[in-house]
Nanobody, 124 residues
Framework: QVQVVESGGGLVQAGGSLRLSCAHS????????MGWFRQAPGKEREFVAA????????AYADSVKGRFTISRDNYKNTAYLQMNSLKPEDTAVYYC?????????????????WGQGTQVTVSS
């Protein structure tokens, strides 16, 4: 059974940076595309970023493009989300997800395994 566990959330001031990590276990990591989603209080969960099996293809929500970078290390079985120039509106619980395919996109339905989430709070 695949498990994904997020870490790295916390409290940061606006303009600051955080790096989230997503540890993947249970199956061969490179067989899975990975994604990050977030859910702010009172809002639906939304897509943030996705990366294909090799790291050669990425996708971002318009709201984070140019500020966030998704990456992966297939030797460490870990995906990352580097978040720079953080804004108060980035405050949310951030979820890592794994898809049983080499490539995945922006829809939650494409992902099969989800972490418990990590809180990111950006103060103004």
């Amino acid at each position: 059974q695949v498990q994904v566990v997020e870490s790295g959330g916390g409290l940061v001031q606006a303009g600051g940076s955080l790096r989230l990590s997503c540890a993947h276990s249970g199956r061969t990591f490179s067989n899975y595309a990975m994604g990050w989603f977030r859910q702010a209080p009172g809002k639906e969960r939304e897509f943030v970023a996705a990366i294909n099996w090799s790291g050669g293809r990425t996708a971002y929500a318009d709201s984070v493009k140019g500020r966030f970078t998704i990456s992966r290390d297939n030797y460490k079985n870990t995906a990352y989300l580097q978040m720079n120039s953080l804004k108060p509106e980035d405050t949310a619980v951030y979820y890592c997800a794994a898809a049983r395919s080499a490539n995945s996109g922006t829809y939650e339905s494409e992902y099969h395994y989800w972490g418990q989430g990590t809180q990111v709070t950006v103060s103004s």
